[in-house]
Structure formats: C-alpha cells, structure tokens
Nanobody, 119 residues
Framework: QVQLTESGGGLVQAGGSLRLSCAASGRTFSINAMGWFRQAPGKERRFVAAITWSGGRTTYADSVKGRFTISSDNAKNTVYLQMNSLKPEDTAVYYC????????????WGQGTQVTVSS
C-alpha cells in the first residue's frame, strides 16, 4: 500500500493560482501512475489529471486543459498540480491517488485538500 499526503489547498480569487503537492510513502516502488481527482459539494468525484511514473506521460480532463499542469519529482516521490486561471467552478476537495503496477484502478487515496475559488 502507498500512503499519500496532500497539501497546498486554500482560498484564492478567480484568476489566481495554487499549487497542490502530494507526497507518497510506503510501497512507492509499486507506483505506475499518480493522479488528481476532485469532488465538488453534492457531486461525484471526477478525474482531473494523471502522470505516469515512468516516462512522465500526462493526461488531463478537458475542463482543466491549458490551465492545470501535473508534474512529478520521482526522487521525492511527490506529484504536483499547478493550477492557474482558477475559476469558481474549480472549487472542490482535491484528492491525490495512486495506480499501482498490475492494478487497473486507483487504489490508494489521500485525505484530500480543499480548494475554494471566490468570484
């Protein structure tokens, strides 16, 4: 199992920026990819972005393309989400997750960090 700790959330005005961090510990050698998801009040958790641990291939939800950037520092077992041009609709709890080698889903989750964008 991989333990995840997110940080970097907060309150920001529309148009502003935030950077989220997610540090992994435990069985980090088993990581195949890491992703960010978000859940707004009363809504389902949705995919935001992901990055493969080997090769750094990235994918994004259409709603954040061109505004958010996911990156990783493998030496620190940390993934980042740089969020620019934030909109009120980006308000949500953001979760970091791990997809482990041989497991076709995200199985390990962080506790979440709140991002609130005011208009």
């Amino acid at each position: 199992q991989v333990q995840l700790t997110e940080s970097g959330g907060g309150l920001v005005q529309a148009g502003g920026s935030l950077r989220l961090s997610c540090a992994a510990s435990g069985r980090t050698f088993s990581i195949n990819a890491m992703g960010w998801f978000r859940q707004a009040p009363g809504k389902e958790r949705r995919f935001v972005a992901a990055i493969t641990w080997s090769g750094g291939r990235t994918t994004y939800a259409d709603s954040v393309k061109g505004r958010f950037t996911i990156s990783s520092d493998n030496a620190k077992n940390t993934v980042y989400l740089q969020m620019n041009s934030l909109k009120p609709e980006d308000t949500a709890v953001y979760y970091c997750a791990v997809q482990r080698v041989g497991v076709p889903r995200y199985d390990d989750w962080g506790q979440g960090t709140q991002v609130t964008v005011s208009s």
